[in-house]
């Protein structure tokens, strides 16, 4: 059975788009898993001590994969594209692809936790979702991705890519 899931990607470390462009082809080869939607590219505004600003975006995939499988395949695809593993929490990083909605699946499994605890939080994760999910609902704060961005307090900027 096909489950619907949401993925944020981010790269803030060499070519950022190029870097953002391999991981969908990646994701696109993953065995029962097809890419069905794709948000546009956004830059954001890095969070803690990293320079570099980020490429942001969201996508939508079904896949007959359990959770933590899923994360299996993300990481070896974060490891094949050179992400080390890294001590700074929101540190600069190749590749980031973390699953943000599972379902409506409420997991808390060491490091894998769905929906993803800070995804209400962060306006690179909830524009670019909002543009290719905005009805959705975060099956624990009962809201739509639209209402959650509306009343998100992060200040960071988070703008369209130009092409």
Do not use: C
């Amino acid at each position: 059975m096909a489950h619907r899931v949401y993925v944020g990607i981010g790269s803030n470390l060499g070519s950022k788009k190029e870097n953002y462009q391999e991981a969908l082809a990646r994701i696109g080869k993953i065995p029962i898993t097809k890419i069905v939607r794709e948000s546009s590219l956004y830059e954001s505004e890095p969070l803690g001590d990293s320079k570099e600003w980020y490429v942001n975006g969201a996508i939508e995939i079904e896949t007959d994969l359990k959770p933590d499988l899923l994360l299996q395949k993300f990481k070896n695809i974060e490891r094949a594209m050179g992400r080390k593993k890294v001590r700074k929490r929101w540190g600069a990083r190749v590749i980031d692809l973390d699953i943000l909605l599972y379902d409506n699946l409420k997991l808390d499994k060491g490091r894998l936790k769905i929906p993803h605890p800070e995804m209400h939080n962060r306006k690179f994760v909830l524009i670019p979702l909002s543009e290719i999910a905005p009805q959705v609902v975060h099956p624990i704060l009962g809201l739509t991705i639209s209402e959650l961005l509306v009343g998100v307090k992060d200040n960071k900027r988070v703008s369209l890519m130009r092409s």
